[in-house]
């Protein structure tokens, strides 16, 4: 994890989010630096998605600030950041090599470099036989692999990953974490949601738990375990969700 005194690639500060009468997220504060994995954490319905969707500019923050690279998200500055969504967005009627060249001119990339990165990660993902199969066909966790490699394309220095081994083998999962440690040792900054807390403890550098909009625990995982006398990530999580502990942890 690079030093806390490095410039963030996201700095949110004081976020507020209300939907009609029901206030989603309330004064969140947290900071990503480049080449960490931040995990960020919480029950469905604690308001990660929406924190990622504001900041991605696709709702509109209550109050506070969500910057990227120093300032809100704009169309200049999007090709320069993956999101990978819980709910899948590939065209299923479109061939797999077809959408990811699609997608890859869409985030500003040459033609040709689009094709070529999109066969050498097809090959990557033992998925070059399948570089003409409309995406419809191919099982949830090959579509899955499909979607990351859209999501990496044209080097991101933020990548965003929401529950990204749902529905995926052992030896497919190691994969993908393999690629996204490899991402981070570039650079990339990678925002993490998950619910499998093993994938926490392996990889992440730093972790936010969100309950009812609010943080519940943030900073580096050693120092979230020892603020909670913890050596346990699921078990501060479960804690929290308990309401044992009403504790903030902080960096």
Do not use: W
Request: proline letters at 3%; hydrophobic letters at 35%.
């Amino acid at each position: 994890m690079k030093k806390s005194s490095s410039k963030p690639i996201v700095d949110i500060k004081d976020f507020c989010l209300r939907i009609g009468d029901k206030d989603i997220v309330k004064d969140l504060s947290f900071q990503v630096h480049p080449g960490e994995v931040f995990a960020f954490l919480g029950a469905n319905g604690s308001g990660k998605t929406s924190t990622v969707r504001s900041l991605l500019g696709i709702y509109q923050a209550t109050s506070g600030t969500l910057h990227i690279n120093g300032k809100p998200l704009t169309p200049d500055t999007a090709s320069r950041v993956g999101y990978l969504p819980e709910e899948r967005g590939l065209y299923t009627r479109s061939k797999v090599l077809d959408t990811m060249i699609y997608f890859g001119e869409l985030k500003g990339m040459d033609r040709d470099d689009a094709r070529k990165f999109s066969l050498d990660y097809l090959k990557r993902v033992e998925l070059d036989d399948k570089a003409h199969t409309r995406i419809k066909k191919l099982s949830g966790g090959q579509q899955q692999k499909v979607q990351l490699g859209v999501a990496i394309m044209n080097d991101p220095t933020l990548l965003i990953l929401d529950e990204p081994t749902k529905g995926l083998d052992p030896v497919n999962r190691k994969l993908l974490i393999t690629i996204v440690e490899e991402l981070r040792k570039k650079g990339t900054s990678v925002i993490y949601i998950t619910h499998l807390m093993e994938e926490v403890e392996r990889f992440a550098d730093s972790l936010l738990i969100l309950k009812d909009g609010k943080a519940r625990a943030y900073g580096t995982v050693k120092q979230v375990k020892k603020d909670f006398s913890s050596s346990s990530i699921e078990d501060i999580f479960v804690s929290i969700y308990n309401e044992k502990s009403s504790e903030v942890a902080h960096v």
